[in-house]
Nanobody, 126 residues
């Protein structure tokens, strides 16, 4: 089993920045993709960014490309989501998720992820 714990959510003004953290524990050898997803009230969960934890490959949704950066600290078993130039439309509950996958097949499809954290709330006011 793999456990994921998100932290770092907060309320910020538009244009501000936040860094979310996803601490991974348990059978970490069994997963090599970590993704960040978000779900706004009344909307479906959507993929934001993903990283191949055994290398450097990353992917981003078009809505956050250039504003968000996913990174990892393997020594701390932690994946980060640096969010800059935040917009009210970024308001959502943010989740990290994990799965086992190939190096060239990063995914932002939530159904393809096995393990999920409880989420951390990000609120951006105008």
């Amino acid at each position: 089993q793999v456990q994921l714990a998100e932290s770092g959510g907060n309320s910020v003004q538009a244009g501000g920045s936040l860094t979310l953290s996803c601490a991974v524990s348990g059978d970490t050898y069994s997963i090599n993709h970590i993704g960040w997803f978000r779900q706004a009230s009344g909307n479906e969960r959507e993929g934001v960014a993903a990283i191949y934890t055994a290398g450097t490959n990353t992917i981003y949704d078009d809505s956050v490309q250039g504003r968000f950066t996913i990174s990892q600290d393997n020594a701390k078993n932690t994946v980060y989501l640096q969010m800059n130039s935040l917009e009210p439309e970024d308001t959502a509950m943010y989740y990290c998720a994990a799965r086992k996958g190939g190096v060239w097949f990063l995914s932002l499809v939530s159904e393809q992820y096995t393990y999920w954290g409880q989420g951390t709330q990000v609120t951006v006011s105008s």
